[in-house]
């Protein structure tokens, strides 16, 4: 499938409220470019120094999104180019990234959802915590914008749905507390994004059913 037709069957099959992040990690310049030609303006690197280079070389009006684990000492590269950074997944990080905001950048604290070790993010009651406690989180540069998560990588449908469900809770129940601003909710990649606009995404990070498989 070229990138046109993988674009165009998930344009075609979500809903106008839910963004698609296209995922170029790996992916040249070239790839993008082609994406781009064709209206697409959101795309989601996970590295930071592939994410710098790569908006250097394209257009400004692309919106960037940082997308996987960021290291703090990689704060302040990728804070100022970032339109979205999904992966805020722990106070240090937060308050690093407070530093090198700007005047205010938008993030999203990711939610440990899957049945593995190896995703990083909050577990869903730990965060809860965090809020109650009331100390944390309260940079004048930052806005958060809502929560990010990834499923088990599974063929277990069930299972898929009740992790994005546990996180759509966790969503609806905080949203009071989180102000206006907070509406966005990022869940679903290639194998699993029906599954997540299901379950309430507003943002789908989708990467090889665009670009291809990556090598
Ligand atoms: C790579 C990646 C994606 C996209 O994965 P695909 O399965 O290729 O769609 C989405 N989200 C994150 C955090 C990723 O690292």
Redesign the pocket.
């Known amino acids: 499938m070229s990138i046109a037709e993988g674009l165009a069957s998930i344009q075609n099959a979500i809903p106008s409220n839910v963004t698609l ?1 296209a ?1 170029s ?1 790996t992916k040249p310049l070239e790839a993008i470019q082609e994406a781009y030609a064709l209206g697409l303006r959101d795309f ?1 690197e ?1 590295r930071a120094v592939e994410l710098v280079e790569k908006a250097k070389a394209l257009p400004d009006d692309i919106r960037w999104h940082a ?2 684990h960021l290291q703090r000492n990689k704060a302040s590269l990728v804070a100022p180019i970032s339109s979205l950074i ?2 805020v997944d722990s106070i240090r990080l937060y308050d690093e990234l407070s530093k090198h905001s700007g005047e205010k950048l938008d993030v999203l604290i990711q939610i440990h959802i899957a049945d593995e070790q190896n995703k990083h993010g909050f577990y869903p009651d730990d965060f809860k915590k965090i809020l109650d406690a009331g100390d944390d989180l309260h940079s004048p540069n930052i806005k958060i914008r809502g929560l ?1 998560g ?1 499923a088990t990588f599974t063929d277990n449908h069930s299972q898929i749905t009740n992790e994005f469900k546990g996180l759509r809770t966790l969503f609806n129940e905080i949203s009071p507390t989180m102000g206006l601003d907070f509406d966005t909710l990022s869940m679903g ?3 699993d ?1 029906k599954i997540a606009i299901d379950e309430g995404s507003t943002l789908i ?7 291809g ?2 090598n």
């Open positions: 992040v995922v990690k989601g996970n997308i996987g999904h992966s990010m990834m990649m290639s194998g994004w990070r989708v990467g090889s059913a665009i670009f498989s990556r």
